[in-house]
């Protein structure tokens, strides 16, 4: 990722971000429009440059694709004054978030209009504060999954017309169709339209391009409900057998602690489980799976776009080799194939200093990996030992699940490999 230049800090403002709404220029303070006519150059949308019209005087420059030719093109203008039109707040999954990673604050001026999110809110009476935001413009309907809990109250802006009965549809699908799922369109201008519907129902002919829908969440009994801790229900998960089991998966991810904007490498991942309870964590964390069963490769993927984790990475491949070239990771989980030949080794090189590794066994031949390691490197070393509950003859006893031996440790600042 590309940082401002900070040696431009102190240069006087040459780039204007002008949020603008469909009420067009009457929306704009004096300063904003005055902004726009003095600009040199005015980037921005098709429609924004139309809301904007009456006020520009430069030279017009519409979005290019990909986007970063025109993030190089404003670059280009720098020093001369340039105005970048942007829909509401640039600054709430807007244009001035992907700016500001390459131009410095003091650089430029911001004059923001309410968001969609904003005006979505008033016009129900919802407090903000209380509310899920969730943009899924350009991005998988997918995340609005772990948010779906009876009570929830959830503002998503869409991609398109097509959005609205996408949105509704996955409801439905799983077992939130009695939500109500409200439209509201093209807001702040004169389209506006709000028109509220029970997704299961939903039957709005055509939505407006500009739409944002609110979601009041309400759950059957049979909804796919994902709980906020860590040792969800095996049953939710697709896997043929390969997977860590719920009350090990809960001790497991304590023992990984997820900490914000961290990468986990899940080694041998099975059916992702360990990945995707590490994503719902925080919207921020990253992992990537490591399988070289492609049945099961496949398997994750859909795994992790029914939990809202879209996001996971699978690398199709068995460690060692698998790892060479991946982002060095904040922890590592291994699961699978840990007494093959140099996994644990490659596992221990790539990991960042500071890191942590967790490894599960349930074979002897694994578990005499994880007593070397432990002798030669410390750490914690802990023997899991679960029993279940179940039918005997008329009766109930005990069935004791295959003990699971967990070594966790993590890396020096200065590790010498020995």
């Known amino acids: 990722m590309s940082t401002p230049d900070l040696s431009l800090s102190a240069a006087a403002p040459w780039l204007s971000i002008v949020g603008i709404g469909e009420d067009g220029l009457a929306g704009l303070g004096d300063e904003a429009k005055t902004a726009i006519g003095a600009a040199e150059l005015v980037f921005g949308g098709a429609r924004h440059l139309e809301l904007a019209d009456g006020a520009i005087r430069g030279e017009r420059h519409g979005w290019l694709s990909p986007f970063e030719r025109s993030v190089e093109a404003v670059l280009a203008a720098r020093g001369r004054p340039v105005v970048v039109l942007a829909s509401g707040d640039p600054f709430f999954y807007g244009v001035g978030v992907t700016l500001s990673r390459r131009i410095a604050r003091a650089e430029m001026r911001v004059f923001p209009a309410p968001s969609a999110f904003s005006l979505a809110a008033s016009r129900l009476g919802w407090a903000l504060q209380d509310t899920v935001s969730l943009s899924l413009h350009g991005r998988p309907i997918d995340l609005i999954r772990p948010h779906l809990h009876s009570g929830c109250r959830i503002l998503a802006l869409t991609s398109d017309s097509d959005g609205p009965a996408a ?206 390691h432990h002798a030669r490197l410390g750490g914690a070393l802990i023997r899991i030992d679960i029993a279940r509950a179940s039918p005997v003859g008329r009766m109930t006893g005990w069935r004791p699940a295959m003990p699971v031996t967990q070594w966790s440790w993590v890396k020096p600042a200065k590790q010498i490999e020995g």
């Not at 709005?204 to 500009?210: G, K």
Request: hydrophobic share 50%; aromatic share 4%.
């Open 167 to 372: 949105l509704a549809a996955l409801l439905a699908d799983s077992g939130f169709g009695a939500s109500t799922l409200t439209v509201l369109e093209a807001l702040g201008g004169p389209r506006e339209r709000v028109s509220s519907h029970r997704a299961e129902h939903f039957a709005l002919a055509e939505a407006d391009m500009l739409n944002v829908c609110a979601i009041e969440v309400l759950a059957a009994e049979d909804a796919r409900l994902l709980a906020y801790t860590p040792g969800l229900d095996d049953g939710l998960f697709e896997h043929d057998g390969q997977i860590t089991k719920r009350e090990v998966r809960a001790l497991t991810l304590s023992a990984l602690a997820p900490k914000r904007g961290q990468l986990l490498w899940d080694i041998g991942a099975g059916s992702g489980s360990i990945g995707i309870e590490w994503m719902l964590a925080d919207p921020s964390l990253r992992a990537i799976a490591i399988e070289g069963n492609l049945g099961r490769a496949a398997r994750i993927r859909r795994n992790a776009a029914n939990f809202g984790v879209p996001g996971l990475s699978v690398v199709e491949g068995t460690a060692p080799d698998a790892l060479a070239g991946l982002s060095a990771p904040d922890a590592i989980f291994i699961g699978g194939g840990g007494s093959e030949a140099g996994v644990m080794e490659a596992a221990i090189a790539g990991l960042k200093s500071g890191g942590r590794l967790v490894a599960n066994g349930v074979t002897t031949e694994m578990e005499a990996v994880l007593l070397a």
